[in-house]
């Protein structure tokens, strides 16, 4: 007896196996459709309602929504108020971005480069830790340890630092009564809440630095700070673009925090909520929305001229 | 319960439609139950026991009755309201402000009241409410009301405080500190109507005559008056817990605020206390409503003469904070409320509050002179961020 | 004639003290100024570790090091004027050449007309005019060897190391690559150090080697002593393979009682009639340029190099072997 050239079939497994093996094209498009459609539809369709509803205005007398197409809406994002909510957000989102790239940097460069085994596993878990909890825990946990009678204070009575905390306190356009009630309160948290979002995309690129590249440089005569911003930093640039791209844009959506924490003053996805929820105001909600869409892309465009992906 | 908060915030300009949709024929006798009652309610309306087992108004009505109560909870008015136009529930607890477009889109119908005994025992001052009644005819059963007071720490004020202005002016307190940073106030556009109370009082010559119907001046002097409230307030609040622990550990000593908060305040020991000043407070006023289509009538008829029985309506007060319809439910001893209890919650001071209602452009000043609700919403954004 | 690179007992040792892995155990070397000087042993014999060592990346635990005299222990890599070509080539892929090439004048503060025009200078050098303006991802491997190289000269250093600089190479690249370096060594005068496992690399381009074992320098020397006059049975064995011959095999072949090493190439293949040494075939390995036989006698397996076009015996025939007596060499090393 001799061992048949062609094995027997063994059943539908099989004969699957067979179809893709001879159109391989089956495969993907059996693996891609559903995900496709979801993005298509769902996501795709969502924002394309969205866009439409920014053109549509509300009516001043009847409260509601003209379905004609007008720039009214957008040219009320111009308004003093909106602008202000505009330029707020902006403005925190850049220095929550900037604060926790700073933050992040050293961390994610000691995982990349120093912490082996345990260690490493350490870090992952302080790291994820935060994330395991509700969100909304650790922003009323946050609002309790920034409050006037909270943690920080104390502390800083305890060890005589009170002056400092109040002199930080009285600089206005980020101090307040307290901490939890100002805008640098609002920083604080936003940067605690979004780091890790930071850190595991800049440690993910940091990996893929060779040592020899930082030892070229070193070897080349680059100084330490010259290594990091020659090599280190363009070649670390699409983690921290990713991360940034993280920060910046949860920052900019996100309506939670605000609320809880700062100077009630409206940020955009506060302004969405409350525009869309209890205002019925749809397309000035939609214009809002579409703020953020707009800021990402001309940032991205910026980081893209600028060589931040050319490391990729 | 932290609904409550959005609840207050929540409206649609949907609730500038006016005019009236052709109303069902009513009911003209209660027969037996269906079976079965969806109501379409605000967290913590319609408890069985499950939160909290003392507090439980469900069983017995189903025992008794034979109609399975199911609940669906919403969050805003909006989402009532849009629950109601989809259809398939029989009750809704509607507010100010979703009850009259109720009304209008001629989604609830008319109550028969005379089917409904214990009608004459409702607060005589809730039976024929606007918010409920148009024309002469009543599209629902008052179910709870209660005002915003002006809640304050009583370490600070030793004598409750006679005047709003404590939120709204830069004065120094009793303790020798100013009350900048220590005040709050509501972050809902509905302050605006807040301002416009305190200047009906202090500015006569504004002319104001409705808090929620203010032509372009006094809507300018509201909207002054918050500016000048915007450099005491830290924080502007909107969440009843977030506001219990700002009392607590934000140094935050006066602000408008619901019953809730200070009976919960009170029972954790903090010195607090609340007031309605002089010039009167705004207040909300809820109303269980029946749906035009309706497919278990009789049961309705059943819960509606059940929710004003005054063990369930003294019970209800005391869970929420709130008052009851039938004011024999503070005394008469059936439930947990007490005549204290009451009069904290602002029984007494029906006639200082004005109902939140929805502003409208045409108002009794006359057509499309009253600045509408959209604009209360983007210039109180304004407001807030210090513009 | 000052020494480029001097060691003296310099050890590295890495992990705890009380159990150390001594990749560097006192070593003493000296490279002359000009030399091209190749460090060559298997993996794990140090040769790197001393390489890095020269360049900076590691500290010593022990001993000194002075290049051109002077004591570098305390000076970092950015201050040694010596440069490296890595074995990966650690090109900067988010650079052109050009800017790969003149990074080194770059971080010195050199103007950019200047370090372009010297970084042109240096990629005609190795060959490269007219590729500055790619990235390194757009060339191939030998390619960028040149450029890691035009690289490191651009600095014009006192020592240029090359860690396993053609390793990455085919063959044929490989020999075009070895005649080149070594014009480039001639013609720049620079001393160059290089670290390879590949002893026919060693032999073919260095002035002098040391080769490595076990964190020690087991021989140095030129090429031709090193093959020639193995000093113990490791560089025999390592450096082309050797016969090596224990004492009693060695008497059997006319030398004293002592471990010797027998070239495969310095013994030829005779008939058995009356010669002293007879064996009989048991591997016969074909290689091109001439063949393997491996004859086993009394024992001791010994193999023969032929040149080609010798007629090679059949397996399992019976041969005689002969070879020059000077062609045993004794190894000292081996007590």
């Known amino acids: 007896m001799t061992t048949p050239a062609i094995l027997p079939e063994r059943g539908l497994a099989d004969r699957l196996t067979a179809l893709f093996w001879r159109h391989p094209r089956l495969l993907l498009a059996v693996l891609l459709t559903p995900p ?9 369709g969502s924002l394309a309602a969205l866009l439409l509803q920014s053109f549509y205005s509300i009516d001043e007398f009847s409260g509601m929504v003209k379905e004609e197409f007008t720039l009214k809406t957008y040219a009320e994002l111009f308004r003093a108020q909106n602008l202000d909510i505009i330029l707020r957000t902006l403005l925190m989102s850049a220095a929550v971005t900037l604060g926790c790239a700073l933050i992040a940097f050293p961390i994610a460069y000691y995982a990349a480069r120093f912490a082996r085994g345990k260690w490493k596993a350490v870090f992952y878990l302080g790291v994820m830790l ?183 | ?191 605006v109507a807040d301002a416009a109370q305190y200047l009906m009082f202090h500015k006569p010559e504004l002319g104001i005559t409705s808090p929620y119907e203010l032509n372009e001046d006094q809507y300018k002097a509201a909207l002054d008056l918050l500016r000048g409230q915007r450099e005491l307030v830290s924080r502007y609040w909107h969440d009843a817990f977030i506001q219990i622990d700002d009392f607590k550990n934000e140094g935050v000593v006066a602000s408008g605020s619901w019953p809730f908060q200070v009976n919960l305040l009170k029972a954790g020991g903090a010195p607090v206390a609340s007031t309605i000043p002089q010039e009167g407070a705004t207040g909300w006023a809820d109303t269980t409503m029946l749906h035009v289509d309706s497919e278990h009538p009789n049961c309705a008829y059943m819960w509606f003469e059940h929710q004003l029985a005054s063990n369930l309506q003294s019970d209800l007060s005391v869970w929420f904070g709130a008052n009851p319809s039938v004011p024999a439910a503070c005394t008469d001893g059936r439930g947990m409320q007490t005549a204290e209890g009451c009069t904290a919650n602002g029984l007494d001071d029906f006639d200082k509050i004005r109902f939140w209602t929805t502003p409208v452009a045409d108002c009794s000043q006359g057509e499309d002179t009253c600045v ?11 407001v807030i961020g210090g513009r | 004639m000052t020494a480029a690179v001097e060691f003296q007992r ?54 000194t090091i002075r290049i051109f005299g002077q004591d570098v222990s305390d000076i970092p890599p950015n201050r040694r004027n010596v440069n490296t070509v890595f074995q990966d080539y650690a090109l900067f892929p988010h650079m052109n050449v050009r800017d790969n090439v003149g990074y080194g004048l770059m971080v010195k503060g050199v103007d950019r007309r200047t370090r372009e025009a010297r970084a ?98 087991a021989q140095i020397g030129t090429p031709a002593e090193v093959y020639s006059r193995p000093r113990t049975r490791f560089v025999a064995d390592f450096v082309g393979s050797s016969n090596v011959l224990p004492p009693e095999v060695t008497r059997a072949f006319g030398g004293p009682a002592k471990w010797s090493s027998l070239r495969p190439e310095m013994l030829r293949l005779t008939a058995p009639d009356g010669v002293a040494l007879s064996g009989t075939v048991t591997g ?52």
């Not at chain 1, 525009?275 to 465009?301: C, D, E, K, R, S």
């Not at chain 3, 050890?11 to 001594?22: E, I, T």
């Open chain 3, 120 to 217: 042109e200078e240096m990629l005609s050098l190795v060959k490269l005019d007219g590729y500055g303006d790619r990235k390194p991802a757009q060339l191939s491997g030998g390619q960028r060897q040149r450029v890691a190289l035009a690289r490191a000269l651009v600095n014009e250093p006192k020592v240029l190391l090359l860690d396993e600089p053609l390793g990455a190479l085919d063959l044929k690249l490989r020999e075009a690559m070895q005649d080149e370096l070594k014009t480039l060594q001639a013609r720049l005068g620079i001393t160059f150090v290089f670290v390879t496992h590949d002893q026919g690399e060693a032999l073919s381009m260095a002035d002098s080697l040391a080769v490595f074992n076990e964190g020690r320098i």
């Open chain 2, 1 to 191: 319960m932290t609904n409550r908060s959005v609840k207050i915030a929540a409206t649609s300009a949907l609730a500038l439609i006016t005019g009236l949709g052709p109303a069902a024929a009513q009911m003209t006798e209660v027969g037996a139950g269906e079976g079965a009652l969806s109501i379409v309610a605000w967290a913590g309306y319609i408890e069985r026991g499950e939160t909290d087992p003392a507090f439980d108004w469900v069983t017995k009505f189903e025992e008794a009755s034979g109609c399975k109560v199911s609940v669906k909870t919403a969050n805003t008015s909006d989402e009532m309201v849009a629950l109601m136009n989809e259809g398939g529930f029989d009750l809704v607890t509607a507010s100010g402000d979703a009850s009259l477009r109720l009304i209008a889109g001629g989604r609830v119908q008319e109550i028969n009241k005379d089917l409904i005994p214990s009608w004459s025992t409702i607060d005589p001052r809730l039976q024929d409410a606007p918010w409920h009644t148009v024309d002469g005819k009543h599209y629902g059963v008052p179910y709870m009301w209660g005002p915003n007071v002006l809640m304050y720490n009583t370490e600070v004020f030793k004598e409750p405080p006679t005047s709003w202005n404590v939120v709204f002016e830069e004065m120094t307190l009793s303790d020798g500190q100013s009350n900048k940073g220590r005040v709050q106030a509501y972050d809902g556009p509905i302050h």
């Open chain 3, 10 to 63: 310099v050890s590295r040792h890495f992990g705890p003290a009380s159990a150390p892995v001594k990749a560097v155990d006192g070593v003493d070397l000296t490279i002359a100024e000009g030399s091209f000087f190749a460090m060559l042993g298997p993996s794990g014999s140090g040769k790197t570790t001393c390489l890095r060592l020269i360049s900076g990346f590691e500290k010593p635990t022990g001993g």
């Open chain 1, 36 to 44: 496709l459609l979801w993005l298509g539809v769902v996501y795709l």
């Open chain 3, 284 to 335: 016969l390995r074909y290689l091109g340029a001439g063949s393997r036989v491996t004859v086993a006698l009394n024992g001791t397996e010994v193999a023969a190099q032929l040149p080609a076009g010798q007629p090679v015996p059949e397996q399992g025939a019976t041969v005689g072997l002969a070879f020059d007596p000077a062609a045993l060499h004794v190894m000292e090393g081996e007590g």
């Open chain 2, 372 to 382: 509408p609700y959209y604009r209360w919403v983007s210039d109180y954004i304004g």
């Open chain 1, 130 to 312: 935060p994330l395991w909890s509700s969100y909304l825990v650790k922003v009323y946990a946050w609002k309790l340890i920034l409050a006037k009678e909270g943690i920080i204070t104390w502390a800083a009575e305890g060890v005589g630092l009170s002056m400092i905390l109040n002199a930080i306190l009285a600089i206005p356009g980020i101090g307040g009564n307290s901490l939890s009630t100002s805008p640098l309160g609002t920083f604080i948290v936003f940067v605690y809440v979004w780091l890790p979002y930071m850190i595991l995309p800049m440690q993910a690129s940091l990996e893929r630095v060779p040592t020899s590249m930082l030892e070229a440089s070193a070897d080349l005569g680059a100084s330490r700070a010259q290594t990091f911003r020659t090599v280190i930093l363009p070649l670390a640039m699409p983690g921290v673009i990713a991360g940034s791209i993280f920060t910046f844009s949860l920052t900019m959506g996100d309506y939670i925090i605000p609320q809880i924490v700062g100077t009630s003053a409206r940020f955009i996805g506060l302004a969405v909520y409350q525009l869309q929820g209890t205002a019925g105001n749809i397309p000035l909600a939609a214009a809002f929305a579409v703020v953020p869409i707009v800021i990402m892309l001309v940032y991205l465009t910026i980081a893209k001229r600028k060589g931040a992906f050319d490391a990729l």
